[in-house]
């Protein structure tokens, strides 16, 4: 009779990873924190080495003495001002100079428009400075004294020369000074104007006199000592050109010009003329 055979019981076995442990997390937290701090003195190391050896061969550098200051400027204001005003003097290092905090000391006088620096190896600082160009006078107060304005809206002080220029007029303000810059549409426009003018070379034949800003749609000029015009606050240069146009026309037809009104858009300029003088009868 055959035996019988046992049976053998089945195991099953269930595949389940083991978790890693909370102190290998801490150990390659460790690590990573124990390399970025190893990075970062090596960088700053390397900053500051590459920082000494540069004082050294420049900030400390006797070679770089700084031994010739060469200022230039288009206007009136001298090299002494300008050299007292930045504290420049010679015999400091070339190196040592702070461009930008230079460059702003020179920038807060009124007359300076911009400034322009370099250092010429080994010894020289060259600086040139260019002044602001008055194009108005401006009265910004019934009671007040004019000043002069730049093509920015910069206000500068009065000069003898600025007196004949054009006045602008019809400003209502509680103060003003020099430095200040004025933001007005029919400032804007009466530099504009002015501007163009000077750039097409139109001053032997339209001459301003001054202009009145006190309405806010339109500006008013007086041109040639006679003639009226009224500008809007617009293509200041389309306008002028237009009036050199009407004022041409008009002089070939021997007629002197009243007031010119420019505001419309189309074609047609409204203009009066002033009435033809009499001349007296001879014999009476």
């Not at 050294?56 to 090299?79: A, M, Q």
Request: net charge positive.
């Amino acid at each position: 009779m055959a035996a019988r055979r046992r049976k053998i019981p089945k195991r099953y076995y269930s595949k389940t990873r083991s978790k890693p442990s909370t102190k290998i997390f801490a150990r390659r937290g460790l690590v990573i924190l124990f390399l970025t701090a190893v990075a970062a003195l090596l960088l700053f190391g390397g900053y500051a080495g590459l920082r000494y050896t540069g004082t050294l061969f420049f900030s400390r550098n006797p070679k770089f003495e700084l031994k010739v200051i060469n200022i230039t400027s288009d206007g009136r204001l001298t090299p002494e001002f300008f050299c007292e005003r930045a504290g420049l003097q010679t015999g400091i290092n070339l190196f040592s100079v702070d461009f930008d905090k230079l460059r702003q000391k020179l920038a807060e006088v009124p007359l300076v428009e911009s400034v322009a620096i370099e250092r010429k190896l080994p010894d020289t600082l060259n600086i040139n400075v260019i002044e602001r160009v008055a194009m108005a006078q401006i009265r910004w107060n019934a009671r007040g004294l004019p000043f002069l304005v730049d093509r920015h809206g910069v206000i500068l002080p009065m000069t003898r020369s600025g007196q004949a220029l054009p006045l602008i007029g019809g400003l209502k303000l509680q103060s003003l000074h020099p430095g200040d810059r004025v933001d007005n549409p029919g400032i804007r426009q009466c530099l504009d104007i002015l501007a163009a003018a000077d750039q097409l070379g139109l001053g032997s034949q339209v001459a301003f006199a001054s202009f009145d800003i006190r309405y806010p749609d339109f500006v008013t000029a007086v041109v040639n000592g006679e003639t009226t015009v009224r500008f809007p606050l617009h293509s200041g240069r389309e306008k002028l050109v237009r009036l050199v146009s009407v004022l041409q026309l008009s002089n070939e037809q021997g007629c002197r010009v009243k007031t010119i009104d420019l505001t419309p858009d189309g074609r047609n300029v409204p203009v009066t003329f002033h009435e033809p003088a009499v001349l007296p009868e001879q014999g009476k």
